[in-house]
């Protein structure tokens, strides 16, 4: 079982500059790594607060020369808003300056905010996405790739400073579109998944929806497909602690849910408020959905919940809202001592004894 940090750099007001964002950032992936945690991923988004990473490749090979050991990740590249021959140049130069440690995480996007600042339409995102699918591994492994796309046109063309990984970093496809991860199981490329604040039900139903769609493209969903489950979780006996830690992921949901359904709202067209919603689940709802509660509670509920589930990877939601640095801090080192090795022993022993 590998287990990540997802890193959304968030700023939930202006008591927070964005060099603390960013600075944040960087010390929870260092702490990750001493902590032991086998992947850091950094997510993209643009023009308002609900994220301060506007390139995750950027991000990745800032974090390559501060880190030795951890895998870094983009979760995700919205490739619509890219220029194929630009991104997959980067793409080969990150892998080469963190010596082959890129995670490749790639997405089709859905804030029709940002879409509209870069000039492309939201309703062509999945064709470009899946012009870029073909044109990834062509340009990363061929040394000579050309394409003439609907969206996307590369004459004959060279990626110059070639991946490390052969034949090139891991692809991690996320969607919600049963089609999109059909290919991406067709073509053996890793999921990345989640059941957002939503407990133990809507696992279930997203390991049926994951089974199905391996199964009708001829994979067993354990034995064949590599994927991932991005979860909030947080350990802790204080349960001022907990509360804070909620409350940051309710208010990632509503920012989330304002931008993805058109309806945000803004002062000074930047810093998006944050309103409550009909759909907000209570805190009360939160403990019994989520990994929260003291060490042993945790434990219990990420084993139940990887019964259930059964991903090869798990990442961690760290950065939310404006939650306390130094707290997040010592829950990354607490992850790395405690629950991570309790989780895989048992994981161990259940293993054990099935075999």
Not at 130 to 154: S, Y
Not at 165 to 178: E, F, L, Y
Not at 336 to 353: F, Y
Request: hydrophobic share 40%.
């Amino acid at each position: 079982m590998e287990f990540g940090v997802f890193i959304l750099a968030q700023q939930r007001g202006y008591h927070q500059t964005s060099q603390q964002v960013i600075h944040n950032s960087i010390e929870q992936t260092v702490a990750a790594e001493q902590a032991g945690f086998n992947t850091a991923w950094y997510a993209e988004h643009h023009f308002n607060n609900y994220s301060l990473s506007p390139s995750p490749l950027m991000m990745v090979a800032h974090m390559a020369a501060k880190t030795k050991r951890i895998r870094l990740g983009t979760a995700v590249c919205i490739l619509p808003l890219y220029h194929p021959a630009r991104f997959l140049a980067e793409v080969g130069f990150v892998d080469t300056v963190s010596n082959g440690r890129l995670d490749l995480g790639v997405g089709s996007g859905y804030q029709e905010f940002e879409f509209e600042r870069f000039g492309v339409k939201i309703a062509d995102s999945g064709e470009i996405f899946n012009e870029f699918l073909d044109i990834i591994p062509k340009g990363l492994t061929q040394k000579i790739f050309e394409h003439d796309g609907k969206f996307l046109k590369v004459p004959p063309s060279s990626i110059a400073v070639r991946c490390v990984q052969d034949p090139m970093p891991p692809i991690w496809i996320t969607s919600g579109n049963p089609v999109t991860l059909a290919r991406g199981v067709r073509e053996n490329h890793n999921l990345f998944v989640t059941a957002l604040l939503n407990g133990n039900e809507a696992i279930t139903e997203l390991r049926g929806r994951l089974d199905k769609v391996a199964q009708d493209n001829g994979k067993d969903l354990d034995e064949d497909v590599k994927f991932g489950f991005l979860r909030c979780a947080f350990a802790s006996d204080n349960a001022a602690e907990i509360d804070a830690y909620l409350e940051n992921a309710r208010f990632q949901r509503r920012i989330s849910e304002s931008l993805k359904h058109r309806r945000a709202q803004t002062d000074d067209g930047y810093m998006i408020k944050e309103v409550p919603s009909a759909t907000d689940p209570t805190f009360e709802q939160l403990r019994k959905n989520l990994p929260v509660g003291s060490v042993n509670q945790v434990i219990d509920k990420m084993l139940e919940e990887i019964s259930i589930l059964r991903p090869k990877h798990i990442a961690l939601q760290t950065q939310l809202g404006d939650f306390d640095q130094k707290t997040m801090l010592k829950q990354i080192e607490l992850w790395g001592e405690r629950i991570i090795p309790a989780i895989r022993k048992e994981i161990g022993q259940e293993n054990l004894t099935a075999a």
